[in-house]
C-alpha cells in the first residue's frame, strides 16, 4: 500500500530551526510537495523536489532523498505565523498527490 | 487573478438531506481535483477531472458521491442522503499538467456538518 508518514506534532521556539520529517513508500514516484495550512483555511504550496538533495527558498528548504524514501522541511528563524500544519505529498506514478497526517507546528515565544 | 473559489464555505445539513458543493477554478486550468479533510487529517483523493473527463473516482466513499464538470471550468460535488460520517472538509483544487512542478491550488474548501 501507500504510506506517508509524518509527526503528529512538533514545538519549537521563535528565532529558533526547526526540521519536520517526511517519510514515504508509494506506488512510483514524480516528485514530493511540502504545503503549509493553517487552521480552517487552504493548504499552499511550499515547495516542490524531484531530485535528490536540498532546494533552498528564503527561510524555508526542503531535502529529498529518493533511495530512503524520505525528505525533510528545514525552517530557519521561525516566526509566531510559522505555527500551522505542514503536509508532505507525494505524487504518485497516476500524477496523484498522496498526502500525509500533516505536523502540526507550534511555535512559542 | 483570482484564484480557487468554493461555495457555500459552510453548510449545516440533517442527516438524510442532499448536498451540492461548487468549485469554481482558475481560469484555464485544465485540471481539477477534489478532496475530503477530516479534522487533523491529510486531504483524502475524491476524484479527478481533465477539463470535462472524470478520469478518476477511485477515491469516492460511496455511491451517494457524484461529482460533474460539465464543461471543463465549473465543478460541482454532490452528496445524496448525507450521513454523520460525510462531516468533513471538501477541498477543490485546479492546476495545469505540462508545467512542472504541477502544483495544486486550493480552495478555501467547504465545511459541510451533518447533524
Known amino acids: 500500500g501507500q504510506n506517508i508518514d509524518q509527526p503528529t506534532e512538533m514545538t519549537a521556539t521563535e528565532g529558533a530551526i526547526v526540521q519536520i520529517n517526511c517519510t514515504y513508500q508509494?506506488?512510483?514516484?514524480?516528485?514530493l510537495f511540502w504545503y503549509q495550512q493553517h487552521a480552517g483555511e487552504a493548504p499552499t504550496f511550499l515547495s516542490y523536489?524531484?531530485l535528490d538533495g536540498l532546494e533552498e527558498k528564503g527561510r524555508f528548504s526542503s531535502f529529498l532523498s529518493r533511495s530512503k524514501g524520505y525528505s525533510y522541511l528545514l525552517l530557519k528563524e521561525l516566526q509566531m505565523k510559522d505555527s500551522a500544519s505542514y503536509l508532505c505529498?507525494?505524487?504518485?506514478?497516476?500524477?496523484?498527490?498522496?498526502w500525509g497526517a500533516g505536523t502540526k507546528l507550534i511555535i512559542k515565544p | 487573478g483570482a484564484g480557487v473559489s468554493q461555495s457555500p464555505r459552510y453548510k449545516v445539513a440533517k442527516r438524510g438531506q442532499d448536498v451540492a458543493l461548487r468549485c469554481d477554478p482558475i481560469?484555464?486550468?485544465?485540471?481539477l481535483f477534489w478532496y475530503q479533510q477530516a479534522l487533523g487529517q491529510g486531504p483524502e483523493f475524491l476524484t479527478y477531472?481533465?477539463?470535462?473527463?472524470?478520469?478518476?473516482k477511485s477515491g469516492l466513499p460511496s455511491d451517494r458521491f457524484f461529482a460533474e464538470r460539465p464543461e471543463g471550468s465549473v465543478s460541482t460535488l454532490k452528496i445524496q442522503r448525507t450521513q454523520q460520517e460525510d462531516s468533513a472538509v471538501y477541498l477543490c483544487?485546479?492546476?495545469?499538467?505540462?508545467?512542472?512542478?504541477?502544483?495544486?491550488?486550493f480552495g478555501p474548501g467547504t465545511r459541510l456538518t451533518v447533524t
Open positions: 505529498a507525494v505524487m504518485d506514478s497516476n500524477y496523484q498527490l498522496i
Open positions: 523536489n524531484v
Open positions: 508509494t506506488s512510483g514516484f514524480n516528485g
Open positions: 483544487a485546479s492546476s495545469t499538467p505540462g508545467s512542472l512542478p504541477y502544483e495544486q491550488y
Open positions: 481560469s484555464g486550468h485544465v485540471s
Open positions: 477531472f481533465q477539463n470535462e473527463a472524470q478520469l478518476d
